[in-house]
Nanobody, 127 residues
């Protein structure tokens, strides 16, 4: 059974940091592009970042550029989202998603592009 499990969320003060993990089971992430999305109460799910399958090209939404870093550790079958300088507006449920991807195809942060989704992890930024 293909499964993605997010972890690492929690409550943090503004300016703080968190590292989210997205662990895959039942399949090998090497062949997949991975995206991170978030959804705040009353808002649509939005794309935050993604990392392509092979060459590791990345994309960041303007709202997180320079503060968030996505990375992958294929040996651990895990993708990470390092979040620094967190702001209250970063508060949301964060989801990772995966899609099998051809080599050299750049990832995108469109929800419809992804086949598999995790259950989400809550991130709350508040003093």
């Amino acid at each position: 059974q293909l499964q993605l499990v997010e972890s690492g969320g929690g409550l943090v003060q503004p300016g703080g940091s968190l590292r989210l993990s997205c662990a895959a089971s039942g399949f090998t992430l090497d062949y997949y592009a991975i995206g991170w999305f978030r959804q705040a109460p009353g808002k649509e799910r939005e794309g935050v970042s993604c990392i392509s399958r092979t060459d590791g090209r990345t994309y960041y939404a303007d709202s997180v550029k320079g503060r968030f870093t996505i990375s992958r550790d294929n040996a651990k079958n895990t993708v990470y989202l390092q979040m620094n300088s967190l702001k209250p507006e970063d508060t949301a449920v964060y989801y990772c998603a995966a899609v099998p991807s051809p080599v050299q195809v750049m990832c995108v942060v469109m929800t419809t592009w992804y086949d598999y989704w995790g259950q989400g992890t809550q991130v709350t930024v508040s003093s």
